[in-house]
DNA sequence: CGAGCGGTTGAGGCATGTCAAGAGTTGTGG
DNA sequence: CCACAACTCTTGACATGCCTCAACCGCTCG
């Protein structure tokens, strides 16, 4: 591990409040580990030996059923992912793969299992980010239940434009096929819904979004604090299953 | 609170491992309270003050926007719920209302908060109790985009099975109305599902269940732990989100 | 240059929601 | 005790949202 990475995993929420020892003594245990793009890290059912933390590049969480799979997230510098995994000792319910090529801190979870057994501001911490991705999936959970698809695209676009400062005109952040199956909808369904909404103060140009009437756009898509945060919460960190905070 | 009361409580995973004089501690700034049929006692939205604990009767976990509302879980003693709120100190992000006459302990978000850093056994309760709700709604997430209704129901009837201890028949734990929201389905939509199960291996006779095929019913739910559990986990506790661990 | 891939578009079909009506059940008040 | 209201559940008819399959475009990269 690069000793410039250190502040960067330090400023996380979780790590930010624990003694500098026995931070020392977490990340002397860990390693660093580059992987190539499209490689599969992780494999839901195996067991969960690691926290993982993004360094650069960007990591997709899926999972896979039958011949189906979603994807569920896709994390972004710096965050981590997987924490409950890691914490219950249970295998993996997401499969992890890069998107491009991806440097990743592991720490060994049983060594984070004992370090938050041992520092409790450390514990704390774990236990106000648990909790935060708990909100942040449930948050996901009722946009799937109680919006159709319109409208999740709709109030993801619009919450992307937040996050990109509140500009009218940003770039996606993910490819539209990746888009369209965290949001629970087929690349070509998306492909459509995207049209049809230029009739609701929508442009796309390529990736580019163009907001030409956020009133009639935000009419359509209802932002909801209890859905679409703010509280942005402290989405510093991933597994909170945003996708791409960045 | 009823002096009887009081080891039911301290039965959850999340109140066992602490000292006694900590639990006392707690309870002692509890209240109890009973709630009539059909009451919304929790409101999305409004600051959460208490974390629940059913002790008699049933409880609704449900989300509304817009006009629509869908319910998220349904709530059995003896359970906690809505941990992650009290703990972030964050709004509701969910409504609650009572099936039944129900008999709810209530304890202030602010002596959980404060306990969970001078106790160091509980903070690990709470850590392990707040990554078992997590990895259940990532569960809830995963079968809601991964299956059709039709699956999600098979799925559903197949497990609820097993909690009545492999019971070919048994009887539903709620109205079905109530079932199809939760699995993301309208009544008639459940309704018809239902009668169309007949050809595989499911019989229903009003609300009982009976599975007279098993195998074929498993065939097309494909039952998979890392959606259905087991591990049925720890769920003896709450706001992981089954619904109805009975 | 050709293969592969992401994105778009069209045609068609299935799954699911909506609306409406009726049977059965429960609860309530006269 | 009965009458009535309210509610769940079911069924049918219909509308529509969304998926599937297929073709095509444009781009990237070997």
Chains 1, 2 share one sequence.
């Not at 969960?48 to 360094?55: P, Y």
Request: aromatic share 6%; with cysteine.
């Amino acid at each position: 591990m690069r000793p410039e990475e250190l502040p960067e995993i330090r400023h996380l929420h979780l790590f930010r409040d624990m003694s500098h020892a026995n931070f020392e003594a977490l990340m002397a245990s860990s390693y660093a580990q580059n992987f190539p793009q499209g490689l599969e890290m992780i494999r839901q059912g195996d067991p969960a030996d690691f926290l993982h933390i993004v360094l650069e590049g960007s990591v997709e969480l899926f999972a896979r059923w039958g011949g189906r799979e979603c994807t569920m997230a896709v994390l972004r510098p710096v965050s981590t992912f997987i924490l409950a995994a890691s914490i219950r000792d249970a295998p993996y319910l997401m499969s992890a793969r890069t998107l491009e090529r991806t440097r990743i801190i592991l720490i060994p979870s049983s060594d984070l299992r004992a370090m938050f057994r041992r520092d409790s501001e450390f514990s704390v911490s774990v236990i106000n980010e648990l909790a935060s991705c708990y909100r942040s999936v449930v948050r996901n959970a009722k946009t799937l239940k109680l919006r159709n698809s319109r409208e999740r695209v709709a109030s993801y676009l619009l919450r992307q434009s937040l996050l990109a400062g509140g500009a009218p005109s940003y770039v996606l952040p993910v490819e539209k096929r990746l888009l369209a199956s965290y949001l629970g909808m087929t690349a070509e369904n998306l492909s459509r819904t995207l049209r049809a909404l230029e009739d609701d103060g929508l442009k796309m140009d390529g990736a580019r979004v163009i907001i030409t009437d956020r009133a009639k756009l935000s009419a359509l898509a209802q932002p909801d604090k209890l859905i679409d945060g703010p509280e942005m919460d402290s989405n510093e960190n991933g597994s909170g299953l945003p996708i791409s905070s960045r």
